[in-house]
Nanobody
């Protein structure tokens, strides 16, 4: 079973909302030891951090995501959400969920478990 499975991507018009989910059921009993993050990537560009949540529930966001995106976690279900509002065409990307046993940072290199990604497309 894949450790991380994203869902919820799709096509939406600019200004609309979308909620992504990341199921971490593949982590078994070690899930509580990990910090979680959402990242995104477009073709030809580096993967960039969007939002993170640490073991205590403290969140952090990229400048682009602040005020529009919210990361949250249901620890009992082992699901991490990314609620996105007021979406813009520049938010179009493949969105990835990731886990790290280290600190919750927006740097992809800190994360050693990745999902397959879910595509978000925002039209003008």
């Amino acid at each position: 079973q894949a450790p991380l499975v994203e869902s919820g991507g799709g096509s939406v018009q600019a200004g609309g909302p979308l909620r992504l989910s990341c199921a971490a059921s593949g982590f078994s009993s070690r899930y509580s030891e990990y910090c979680m993050g959402w990242f995104r990537q477009t073709p030809g560009k580096e993967r960039e951090g969007v939002a993170t949540i640490d073991r205590e529930g403290t969140t952090s966001y990229s400048e682009s995501a602040k005020g529009r995106f919210t990361i949250s976690e249901d620890k009992a279900k082992r699901i991490v959400y990314l609620q996105m509002t007021n979406l813009r065409p520049e938010d179009t990307a493949m969105y990835y969920c990731a886990a790290t046993p280290y600190s919750a940072q927006l740097y992809p290199d800190m994360y050693n478990h990745w999902g397959q990604g879910t595509q978000v497309t925002v039209s003008a």
